[in-house]
């Protein structure tokens, strides 16, 4: 009952920048963390970028001082623009929501995933 839709993916040169969206819809009260994660095949999954529902920040150390996490909460909207992209960014990036449902049996947390958006940088 909760979608969330990644947008802004895509193929480019290394050192342009680009920027990710992705949209929570369905049944939400209200949403916690959002976050962005990133896969290589045949690697884990790894946390890039983490934001509160307060909008405080956390980066791995690879991405500091050149990606930035933001939200929207009116529009349940969270936001990766990547700048000075780099060849070793290339990745399927993911976002998550942990988002709160008004359920029958109270209010409880969910963790939620998008689809994923391939980018890849070239050198």
């Known amino acids: 009952q909760v979608q969330l839709v990644e947008s802004g993916g895509g193929l480019v040169q290394a050192g342009v920048s680009l920027r990710l969206s992705c949209a929570a819809s369905g049944s939400i009260f209200s949403i916690n963390g959002m976050a962005w994660y990133r896969q290589v095949p045949g690697n884990q999954r790894e946390l890039v970028a983490e934001?509160?529902?307060?909008?405080?920040?956390n980066y791995v150390d690879s991405v500091k001082g050149r990606f930035t996490i933001s939200r929207d909460n009116a529009k349940n909207t969270v936001y990766l623009q990547m700048n000075s992209l780099k060849p070793e960014d290339t990745a399927v990036y993911y976002c998550n929501a942990a988002v709160l449902r008004n359920t029958d049996y109270g209010v409880h947390e969910y963790q939620y995933w998008g689809q994923g958006t391939q980018v890849t940088v070239s050198s």
């Open positions: 934001i509160t529902s307060g909008s405080r920040t």
